[in-house]
C-alpha cells in the first residue's frame, strides 16, 4: 500500500492490533514519518547536525560532557501492533536513521534505549496501550539504559531493580480519551523505596514553559540540567533520586547556554521523544531561560502576560495589545511583566510606550541580553541608531554565541549601509554560528551589496541548506541568481 493509500487509515487516533492505540495526524505529527523509507528531509538534518556539533563544540570548551537522549515512540516498538497496511518500509525507524547520521559528531553521548526497551517486551508493559507515551516499568528500563551510558561520565546514585516495586493501576492515557468511547487500563506504576527528593522550584509557564529544580541529599551531588520531553513525566521519579540537584526545564529541543553559564550543571542532557524531532527550534532567539522558565507566568498578572506571549507568537499583537495596558500603569511592575509588555507594545509599533516598558526592566537587570536586545530594536524604531548599536552591542557581551543578537547587530550595519563592515563581521560570525539561517541571509544581502557575487550565492544557497520552505530565501535566491 503506498503512502496515499494509506493516509485514508489515519486520523488522529489509530486504532491497532492487539487493542493498541497509536498516534496519528494530530498536532503536527505525521504517522507518514514512521512509515517512509527516507523520514528526514536534507534540512532538517543539516541543522539538526550543524546545531549538535556547535553544542558539542561550546559544552567542550566548558568542560561539560552533553548527552543526547532519545526516547522511541511506540511506532517504533509495537510495529506489530500498526494496523494493517501500516508497515513500515525498511532503513530503520526515524530515531535509528537520525542517529546513525548523527554519531559522527564528536563530543556528544548518544543514549538509545531502543534495543534494551525491545528486549523487556513479554513481562510488564513498558508502553501503555491507551497512552502515546512509555509506562513507568518501561521507562525504568530506559533510565536504566541512561545509567549505564552515564556511568562513566558523572557520579550518580543508580537505582536497583529492588529499589523500585510496581503495581497496577487503572489509568486513562492521551490516546484513550480521544476515543468513544473512553477507553482506560491497567498500568504499571512505580513505587520507589530509595533516595527522596525534595523540589526547590516549581515554575508552570504557558505552552511547554514549566521548570523545576529537585535536591536529593541522598544522592552524590552531581548538577544535571535536563531540557525534556514529555516521556520524562513517567521518568523523573528516577532521575530525581539518582542527582544530588535537578533543574528540569519543559523544553524539548533548544538548548540554552546562558543558563548552562549560570547554573553551572555537571552535565547536560538532551531529553528528546522520537517525534519531536521534527519540531526542531533554533537555540538563538532573544529571550533567555530566565525570561521563559523563571518568569512569573502564574499569578494574576502572570496568566494575563502567558496569554499576551502567545498572542504574540501566533502572530495576533493587536489583541494582546489590551492586555498589556493596565501593566503600564502600575508603579511597582515586575520587570519579566515590564519585558512582556515591551514586547507587545514594540509589536504594535508604539515604540515610546515600549521604551518606557524596557526601560523599566532594564533598571532591575541591566545587563540582561535580551532586554538589551529588545532595546536595541525599540531604538531603531525610535531613530537612535548610535544607541540601537550600543544596547545590541550590549547584548553580544554577555551571550556572543547568540545568533540572533549577531543577526540585530548585522542587520544595523546593513540598514545604514555598511556593507562591507557587514560583510566582514558576519563573516567571523559564521565560523562559529553556521546553523542560523537569517544569518546566512544577511550576508547575502551583504556580498551582494559589495559585487562579491561568489560569496553571495554560496551564503544563499547554505540558507537554503538551512530552510528550503522559508519564501523570502527563495526570492533573495532569485535576485542573487538573475543579477
Same mark, same amino acid.
Given at each position: 500500500?503506498?503512502?496515499?493509500?494509506?493516509?485514508?487509515?489515519?486520523?488522529?487516533?489509530?486504532?491497532?492490533?492487539?487493542?493498541?492505540l497509536?498516534?496519528?495526524?494530530?498536532?503536527g505529527?505525521?504517522?507518514?514519518?514512521?512509515?517512509?523509507?527516507k523520514p528526514f528531509?536534507?534540512?532538517?538534518?543539516?541543522?539538526?547536525?550543524r546545531?549538535?556539533?556547535?553544542?558539542?563544540?561550546?559544552?567542550?570548551r566548558?568542560?561539560?560532557?552533553?548527552?543526547? /537522549?532519545?526516547?522511541?515512540?511506540?511506532?517504533?516498538?509495537?510495529?506489530?501492533?500498526?494496523?494493517? +497496511?501500516?508497515?513500515?518500509?525498511?532503513?530503520?525507524?526515524?530515531g535509528?536513521?537520525?542517529?546513525?547520521?548523527?554519531?559522527?559528531?564528536?563530543?556528544?553521548?548518544?543514549?538509545?534505549?531502543?534495543?534494551d526497551?525491545?528486549?523487556?517486551?513479554?513481562?510488564?508493559?513498558?508502553?501503555?496501550?491507551?497512552? $502515546?507515551?512509555?509506562?513507568?516499568?518501561?521507562?525504568?528500563i530506559?533510565?536504566?539504559?541512561?545509567?549505564?551510558?552515564?556511568?562513566?561520565?558523572?557520579?550518580l546514585?543508580?537505582l536497583?531493580?529492588?529499589?523500585?516495586?510496581?503495581?497496577?493501576?487503572?489509568?486513562? +492515557?492521551?490516546?484513550g480519551?480521544?476515543?468513544?468511547?473512553e477507553?482506560?487500563?491497567?498500568?504499571?506504576?512505580?513505587?520507589? $523505596?530509595?533516595?527522596?527528593?525534595?523540589? &526547590?522550584?516549581?515554575?508552570? +509557564?504557558?505552552?511547554?514553559?514549566? @521548570?523545576?529544580?529537585?535536591?536529593?541529599?541522598?544522592?552524590?551531588?552531581?548538577?544535571l540540567?535536563?531540557?525534556?520531553?514529555s516521556?520524562?513525566?513517567?521518568?523523573?521519579?528516577?532521575l530525581?533520586?539518582s542527582?544530588?540537584?535537578? &533543574?528540569?526545564?519543559?523544553?524539548?529541543?533548544? &538548548?540554552?547556554?546562558?543558563?548552562i553559564d549560570?547554573?553551572?550543571?555537571?552535565?547536560?542532557?538532551?531529553?528528546?521523544?522520537e517525534r519531536r524531532?521534527?519540531?526542531?527550534?533554533v537555540?538563538?532567539?532573544?529571550?533567555?531561560?530566565?525570561?521563559?522558565?523563571r518568569?512569573?507566568?502564574?499569578s494574576?498578572? +502572570?496568566?494575563?502576560a502567558?496569554? @499576551?506571549?502567545?498572542?504574540l507568537?501566533a502572530?495576533r499583537a493587536p489583541?494582546?495589545?489590551?492586555?498589556v495596558?493596565?501593566?503600564?500603569?502600575?508603579?511597582?511592575?515586575?520587570?519579566?511583566?515590564?519585558?512582556?509588555?515591551? !514586547?507587545?507594545?514594540?509589536?504594535?509599533g508604539?515604540?515610546?510606550?515600549?521604551?518606557?516598558a524596557?526601560a523599566?526592566?532594564?533598571e532591575?537587570f541591566?545587563?540582561?541580553?535580551?532586554?538589551?536586545?529588545?532595546?536595541?530594536?525599540?531604538?531603531?524604531?525610535?531613530?537612535?541608531?548610535d544607541?540601537?548599536?550600543?544596547?545590541?552591542?550590549? @547584548?553580544?557581551?554577555v551571550?556572543s /554565541?547568540?545568533g540572533?543578537?549577531? !543577526?540585530?547587530?548585522?542587520?544595523?550595519?546593513?540598514?545604514?549601509?555598511?556593507?562591507?563592515?557587514?560583510?566582514?563581521?558576519?563573516?567571523?560570525v559564521?565560523?562559529?554560528?553556521?546553523?542560523?539561517?537569517?544569518?546566512? !541571509?544577511? !550576508?547575502?544581502?551583504?556580498?551582494?551589496?559589495?559585487?562579491?557575487? $561568489? $560569496? @553571495?550565492?554560496?551564503?544563499?544557497?547554505?540558507? &537554503?541548506?538551512?530552510?528550503?520552505?522559508?519564501?523570502?530565501?527563495?526570492?533573495?535566491?532569485?535576485?542573487?541568481?538573475?543579477?
Amino acid at each position: 500500500m503506498t503512502i496515499a493509500e494509506q493516509r485514508g487509515l489515519i486520523r488522529g487516533v489509530l486504532e491497532g492490533r492487539n487493542g493498541r492505540l497509536f498516534l496519528g495526524d494530530q498536532d503536527g505529527f505525521a504517522l507518514e514519518w514512521f512509515l517512509s523509507t527516507k523520514p528526514f528531509n536534507r534540512p532538517l538534518l543539516e541543522v539538526w547536525k550543524r546545531t549538535l556539533r556547535r553544542r558539542a563544540r561550546e559544552l567542550r570548551r566548558r568542560g561539560i560532557p552533553y548527552a543526547f /537522549y532519545l526516547a522511541p515512540d511506540a511506532h517504533s516498538v509495537y510495529p506489530e501492533d500498526l494496523p494493517e +497496511g501500516c508497515e513500515r518500509a525498511g532503513r530503520g525507524t526515524p530515531g535509528e536513521q537520525f542517529l546513525a547520521t548523527m554519531r559522527e559528531i564528536a563530543g556528544i553521548e548518544y543514549i538509545d534505549p531502543r534495543p534494551d526497551l525491545l528486549a523487556a517486551k513479554g513481562a510488564l508493559e513498558i508502553y501503555r496501550k491507551t497512552d $502515546s507515551h512509555w509506562t513507568q516499568y518501561g521507562s525504568f528500563i530506559a533510565y536504566k539504559t541512561l545509567c549505564r551510558a552515564l556511568r562513566s561520565r558523572v557520579t550518580l546514585a543508580e537505582l536497583e531493580a529492588r529499589d523500585v516495586a510496581f503495581e497496577y493501576r487503572r489509568l486513562y +492515557g492521551d490516546l484513550g480519551v480521544l476515543v468513544t468511547p473512553e477507553r482506560s487500563e491497567e498500568a504499571p506504576r512505580a513505587i520507589v $523505596s530509595r533516595n527522596p527528593y525534595e523540589r &526547590l522550584l516549581d515554575n508552570d +509557564g504557558f505552552d511547554r514553559t514549566s @521548570a523545576f529544580e529537585t535536591f536529593c541529599p541522598g544522592a552524590p551531588p552531581t548538577r544535571l540540567l535536563l531540557m525534556r520531553d514529555s516521556f520524562m513525566t513517567d521518568q523523573f521519579d528516577y532521575l530525581g533520586r539518582s542527582f544530588g540537584h535537578v &533543574l528540569c526545564a519543559g523544553t524539548t529541543t533548544r &538548548l540554552f547556554l546562558d543558563e548552562i553559564d549560570r547554573w553551572k550543571p555537571d552535565i547536560v542532557m538532551s531529553h528528546v521523544g522520537e517525534r519531536r524531532l521534527y519540531s526542531y527550534q533554533v537555540d538563538h532567539a532573544q529571550d533567555t531561560f530566565e525570561d521563559i522558565f523563571r518568569s512569573d507566568f502564574t499569578s494574576d498578572r +502572570g496568566r494575563i502576560a502567558g496569554r @499576551a506571549m502567545l498572542l504574540l507568537s501566533a502572530r495576533r499583537a493587536p489583541e494582546a495589545l489590551p492586555l498589556v495596558a493596565p501593566f503600564e500603569e502600575d508603579p511597582a511592575l515586575r520587570p519579566d511583566h515590564a519585558y512582556v509588555a515591551a !514586547q507587545v507594545l514594540h509589536a504594535n509599533g508604539l515604540e515610546q510606550r515600549a521604551f518606557g516598558a524596557i526601560a523599566l526592566a532594564l533598571e532591575h537587570f541591566p545587563a540582561r541580553p535580551s532586554y538589551r536586545c529588545l532595546a536595541s530594536k525599540i531604538h531603531v524604531g525610535l531613530g537612535n541608531w548610535d544607541l540601537a548599536f550600543e544596547s545590541i552591542a550590549r @547584548a553580544l557581551e554577555v551571550a556572543s /554565541y547568540n545568533g540572533h543578537y549577531h !543577526q540585530v547587530f548585522a542587520y544595523l550595519l546593513t540598514e545604514r549601509g555598511e556593507m562591507a563592515t557587514a560583510r566582514q563581521y558576519l563573516e567571523r560570525v559564521l565560523e562559529e554560528i553556521d546553523d542560523f539561517a537569517p544569518l546566512w !541571509q544577511l !550576508q547575502t544581502i551583504a556580498c551582494n551589496a559589495v559585487g562579491d557575487k $561568489s $560569496s @553571495a550565492y554560496e551564503a544563499i544557497a547554505q540558507a &537554503l541548506t538551512l530552510d528550503s520552505s522559508e519564501p523570502v530565501f527563495h526570492t533573495l535566491a532569485r535576485e542573487t541568481w538573475r543579477n
